[in-house]
């Protein structure tokens, strides 16, 4: 049993901040961190943190009675766990993991990864003045919004085109301009929620305009548009339902239908594309989704999408349409508040050029590549996992490369099934959560899926380059935590 004077030399044996900051031997640390550190040397700020953090674990685990033995505060003792904790701190909270979940667009996961042209330009403009506001052609002051737009309209055949800070902004921003006060005609079997909870009812209460729904959830005719309208209508709003499906007895009005109304009736015609396709998907070998360009020809006077879907670019909220409308939403006083900053620029100007040629970009564009890619291909990478987790003295007994079926994800194709490939692990000495738990707290986490209780990395989602660091952090963590 411990006793008060007990807890009390143990408490005078723990070292003052400073005597312990004298001690630390600085260059031994930054070699041993030298693969968390961003300039070579670490702020003396995160020492002090970390000095901090451990004397005060000590001392409450003393005081608890947590901590009775002297060797707990031994300096080697106190010396090893300031280095863990110093560890801990230089990891960056926004960090890199392995995504070996097999959804390919991960809203958690950071969506859509960049090709490496993107990252180029991201560090060109990041890292040296730029044109972002400065017209060369006249030496005055230019738009932001100029820089991507020809690609823009090259690509869909639209008159215009503005880009803000996400999807979600992008509907925002127009209903607020066009409809403020009035109403909006949507069909009830479209009032979709997207991510984060966000409804279309909810962004359109929010804007100030009115919400007039029409139809049924699973049927709506073109009669319900045409019995709405009023004095009062603004718009007319067709959102894609890219993330679900309503089959069976089901109707829509199409697009080419409601864009006809709104010429006769004199009232712009808006589409929500949300996932932003550019492409025919079907000639890849997947689902058909309308595209951007389609929209555009079938009379609608705005359209909108995700930069970070099907586009495979940062993220971004696009809006293309007449030219009258956008700039009535561009002069919308709200557009500065969602404008987009010089990094989304860069990295959709490199992802749009690469998508001028369609083939050139089903093979850069990482999003496009992981969704066409064959199983074949993706089965390889498994065997590649499998192997070079065997090499890192994985027993064989606990990996399985076994089939499995990935997903597009960000809301895109909920019906797009995807064959893929998966290493199964399956240690004996613990269960599958844990595995999760422990692989999510590695420096470089390997997130995966759990399926009958084995931990799945579904290898569609894991690129060729990142299979041996996957096996490192797998492998370290089975081998050094064993229980």
Known sequence: MTTHDDTRELLRRIPQVDAFLARLETKRLETIFADRLVEGAIPRAFLKKAVRQTLAESREAILAGRLTDPAAVSPETLAAKFEAVLGRLLLPNFRRVVNGTGVVVHTNLGRSLLPESAMASLLQVGSRASNLEFDLATGRRGSRYSLVEDLLLDLTGAEAGLVVNNNAAAVLLCLETLAAGREVIVSRGQLVEIGGSFRIPDIMARSGARLVE????????????????????????????????????????????????????????????????????SRHGLLREPTVGEAIAA??????????????????????GRRGLIERIRKNPLNRALRIDKFTLAALEAVLRIACDEELAMRRIPTLAMLAQPASTVRKRAGALLRALRRKGVPAESLAVVPTEARVGGGAMPDQVLPSWAVAIQPADRA???????????????????????????LRTVLDEEIHDAAESIGRHLLENTP
């Open 214 to 281: 029409v139809g049924a959830t699973n049927r709506t005719h073109l009669k319900d548009y045409e019995s709405a309208i009023t004095d009062a209508t603004a718009l007319l709003l067709k959102v894609h339902t890219s993330n679900f499906k309503v089959i069976g007895f089901t109707s829509e009005v199409s697009l080419e239908e409601l864009a006809a109304l709104g010429g006769r009736q004199g009232i712009p015609v808006m589409e929500d594309l949300g996932s932003g396709c550019l492409f025919d998907l």
């Open 432 to 458: 599958a959560n844990e595995l999760e738990q422990g692989l999510r707290a590695m420096p470089l986490p390997v997130i995966g899926r759990i399926e009958e209780n084995r931990f799945l990395v579904d």
């Open 299 to 320: 009379g609608a006077d705005l359209v909108t999408f995700s930069g970070d879907k099907l586009l495979g670019g940062p993220q971004a909220g696009i809006i293309l």
